[in-house]
């Protein structure tokens, strides 16, 4: 499909999804998108990562959990904030992703909300809240966009995913698929394990994501494949493409907050790469509180507070009328 057929076709289906004031909407330059009367003023829409995709402009997208990281996606320019349920193992110290319950995920999407406006929102949903069937997918995906205050969710799924993603996108819901490693299948898979290193798998996880689009997804997360495959993939579809340990030639890229921010002290897959280093400031930080309360070098005269030596001299005295004992009246 020529790329101008696509974006005609995604605005059709857009436009159908939210009415004529997305097709007004829609019309805008993305850096007006902020000006526009839209209810969430964000600065990045899904026409705003179809732009970046087409001038080859990478997308950035990382995980954030609570406020404060949805803020520092927010401040730093990231283009999409995912909250992962990755969140499960990072965050809130379960053995696995499938443990995640659908309301552990909305109060931690409501969070991150509150600290990003302009990235586009995006959150995973957990495991067991869209396989029952696509009337309980629908009501978990409405319930994290109306309580989670999510503009997006995620599912991990191959053909499987089609009918839930068509079902979410006719009533307004934008969906990212993610294919290859699907985390919240790792009992069945024996383990996190690449996917795609054969030619039929390849071929599997390149059909399922042609037919992911074809539902209506507006973007896909390709998790662990080889990089030939992601960027074969990418040059098939007319949606972005983001990769996790997918090599460099998706539309864009995701790391786990934990992982690129050097946090999580668990297993490191080969994809991840530490740009930061939390770890080392969080370890000389706990080191040097616990040392100066020690020390009682801390807190110091500029760190505690006052009160005028007459009232002070006053207070003693009604004390020790009082029968009060305290400063120097230990013995
Ligand atoms: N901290 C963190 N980062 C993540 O990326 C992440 C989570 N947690 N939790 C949920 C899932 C689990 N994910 C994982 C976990 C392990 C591997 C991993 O170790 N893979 C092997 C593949 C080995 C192979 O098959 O050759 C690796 O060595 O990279 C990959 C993705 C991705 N998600
Ligand atoms: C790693 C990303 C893609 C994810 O699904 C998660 O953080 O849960
Ligand atoms: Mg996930």
Not at 243 to 267: C, E, F, K, N, R
Not at 274 to 299: I, M, N, W
Request: with cysteine.
């Amino acid at each position: 499909m020529s790329s101008f057929l696509a974006a005609f076709r995604g605005r059709v289906l857009l436009s159908r999804a939210y009415g004529v004031e997305a097709r007004r909407w829609m019309s805008v330059r993305p850096e007006e998108v902020a000006s526009t009367s839209t209810a969430r003023r964000r600065k990045v829409t899904i026409q705003y990562l179809n732009q970046l995709r087409k001038a080859g402009t990478p997308i950035t997208m990382v995980t954030a959990y609570d406020y404060p990281t949805g803020r520092a996606c927010e401040t730093h320019g990231v283009d999409i904030t995912l909250v992962g349920d990755s969140l499960a193992q990072v965050c809130l110290g379960y053995d696995s992703t499938t443990r995640l319950t659908l309301d552990e995920m909305i109060h931690h999407c409501r969070a991150v909300a509150r600290g990003s406006k302009s990235p586009f929102l995006v959150a995973d949903m957990p495991f067991g809240s869209y396989h029952v069937n696509t009337d309980e997918a629908v009501r978990n995906a409405i319930r994290m966009v109306r309580e989670g205050g999510v503009e997006g969710v995620k599912i991990e799924a191959s053909f499987e995913g089609v009918e839930i993603i068509r079902k979410l996108t006719s009533i307004g819901i934008p969906v990212m698929a993610h294919v290859g490693l699907m985390p919240q299948r790792h009992t069945f898979f024996s383990g996190y394990r690449v996917q795609g290193r054969t030619a039929a798998c390849a071929l599997e996880i390149a059909q399922g994501a042609r037919a992911l689009q074809e539902a209506g997804a507006f973007a896909i997360v390709l998790e662990a494949i080889p990089r030939l495959l992601g960027m074969y993939i990418t040059k098939q579809l007319d949606i972005p493409t983001i990769g996790i340990g997918a090599g460099v030639h998706t539309d864009g890229q995701v790391l786990v907050w934990d992982d690129l921010m050097s946090v999580w002290g668990g297993h490191k897959a080969k994809f991840v790469r530490q740009f930061g280093d939390v770890k080392s400031a969080v370890e000389s930080g706990l080191k040097g509180y616990t040392k100066a309360v020690r020390e009682r070098s801390f807190p110091d005269d500029a760190e505690s507070y006052s009160m005028p030596d007459e009232e002070w001299e006053k207070f003693l005295k009604l004390a020790q009328q009082e029968g009060l004992r305290g400063a120097g009246d230990h013995s």
